[in-house]
C-alpha cells in the first residue's frame, strides 16, 4: 500500500508575517505535500494609476458581457486558479497553500474577484489584502478577456479603496500588456514599507520597519483588518452607479478618474 505524505499545515499568521517581508510560498505541484518561500530578485508590480486599459477592453467592460463580482465565490475561485488547463499543465497551488488561504478569507485578509458569463464562473483572481498592499496570487480565465476584466475589476476597486502597491510577483507578457513592471528587490521593500506602514507603524517604512513589525504578525499578533485601505470601499460608493457588484461601466469610470 501506497503512503502519502500528509500536507503541510501553514499558520495564517506565518504567512501574513512573510507578506509583510516581501515572502510568499509557493509549491512544485498540485499534489506537492510541502511548500517552499519565494523572495525574487525583480518583483512585478502593476502600479494602480499605469492600468492599461486598452480600448478593446474598454469595449469589453461597457458591453457588460461579464458580471464581475467580488468575495462571493472564493473557494471556487482558488480551486479553479489551482486547476490543470492547456497552457498551464503544472500548478504551484496545493492544499497546504489552498486551506491557508481559505482560513485568512475567513480572517478578511484574503480576497477575490470574480468573472461571469450567464451563471458560469469563467474567470477571475485571488489575492492578499494587508494595509495598503494588496499581493495578487494567481489569476484564471476561462473565457477571452475574463481575467484582463477581472484584473480591471480589481484595479478599479483597489485604487477607490486606497491601496498604494499591486504585487504581482513575477513578470509575465500579459502583464507587461496591461502596465505592470518589474523593479528590484530593494525598491519593491521600499514600496511594502510605505504600503504597510499603517499596520506596522511608522518605522514600517523602511526594511528594518517592515520586519520588525512582521516578527510580531509571524508570533501570531494579526493586524487589524480596519485598516485605512479598504477592499471592499467601493461597493457602498455613491459616485457608482449601482449597489452590489460593480457594472463594467462602473470600472471604466472609475479608472477613468484620479485618485
Not at 477571475?124 to 480565465?141: H, I, K, P
Request: hydrophobic content about 45%.
Amino acid at each position: 500500500m501506497t503512503r502519502h505524505r500528509p500536507f503541510e499545515i501553514l499558520d495564517p499568521a506565518t504567512v501574513l508575517g512573510a507578506y509583510a517581508v516581501g515572502v510568499f510560498p509557493m509549491a512544485d505541484a498540485r499534489d506537492a505535500p510541502g511548500v517552499y518561500w519565494v523572495e525574487p530578485r525583480h518583483r512585478a508590480i502593476l502600479p494602480l494609476e499605469q492600468f492599461h486599459l486598452s480600448r478593446s477592453l474598454r469595449r469589453t467592460l461597457r458591453s457588460e458581457r461579464f458580471r464581475l463580482t467580488s468575495d462571493t465565490a472564493f473557494a471556487r475561485i482558488i480551486a479553479l486558479c489551482a486547476e490543470a488547463a492547456t497552457d498551464r499543465p503544472e500548478t504551484w497551488i496545493n492544499p497546504s497553500i489552498e486551506r491557508v488561504f481559505l482560513e485568512l478569507h475567513e480572517a478578511g485578509f484574503a480576497h477575490s474577484i470574480e468573472c461571469w458569463e450567464g451563471d458560469e464562473l469563467v474567470g477571475g483572481l485571488y489575492g492578499l489584502a494587508l494595509g495598503r498592499a494588496f499581493f495578487g496570487e494567481s489569476m484564471v480565465s476561462r473565457a477571452t478577456d475574463a481575467s484582463k476584466a477581472a484584473l480591471a475589476a480589481l484595479v478599479a476597486r483597489l485604487r477607490y479603496g486606497g491601496f498604494t502597491l499591486l504585487d504581482c510577483q513575477f513578470m509575465t507578457d500579459h502583464l507587461a500588456s496591461l502596465g505592470a513592471v518589474e523593479i528590484d528587490r530593494d525598491d519593491y521593500i521600499g514600496l511594502l514599507g510605505v504600503a504597510l506602514a499603517d499596520v506596522l507603524g511608522a518605522a514600517g517604512a523602511d526594511g528594518a520597519g517592515v520586519a520588525a513589525g512582521a516578527a510580531g504578525v509571524a508570533a501570531g499578533e494579526l493586524p487589524s483588518v480596519d485598516a485605512p485601505a479598504d477592499f471592499r470601499a467601493v461597493d457602498g460608493a455613491a459616485r457608482t452607479s449601482v449597489s452590489g457588484p460593480l457594472s463594467g461601466k462602473d470600472i471604466v469610470q472609475l479608472l477613468g478618474q484620479t485618485s
